[in-house]
């Protein structure tokens, strides 16, 4: 079974393995992976918060600066780009 992660070999990551409970223990190890594992979900809830902020500021931003006629102006230009790639798939 060959094991990559990394670039690191299967026999590499039980060397850590055999390191990290030398160095912490048995008893550590889960409180240690816990606190690792809660710190990366934070990481991302507050990714994924950011994210959804600057999505939605943007959104309401856009729905100031747009008008019914860029709108009208965008979905005409969509249509015709559509149209355009539409032929261009069927001559595939």
Same mark, same amino acid.
């Given at each position: =079974?060959?094991?990559s992660f990394l670039f690191i070999s299967g026999a590499e990551i039980a060397f850590?393995?055999?390191i990290l409970? =030398?160095?912490f223990g048995a008893d550590k190890i889960p409180e240690i992976a816990r606190g690792l594992g809660q710190g990366m979900r934070q990481i991302k809830d507050a990714t994924n918060d950011i994210k959804n902020e600057i999505t939605q500021t943007s959104n309401e931003h856009?729905?100031?600066f747009r008008g019914?006629?860029?709108t009208d102006e965008v979905d005409k230009v969509k249509e015709e780009i559509e149209e355009?790639?539409?032929a261009i798939?069927?001559?595939r």
């Open positions: =079974m060959y094991i850590i393995v055999f409970v =030398m160095v856009l729905e100031d019914k006629e860029i355009i790639t539409g798939r069927r001559r």
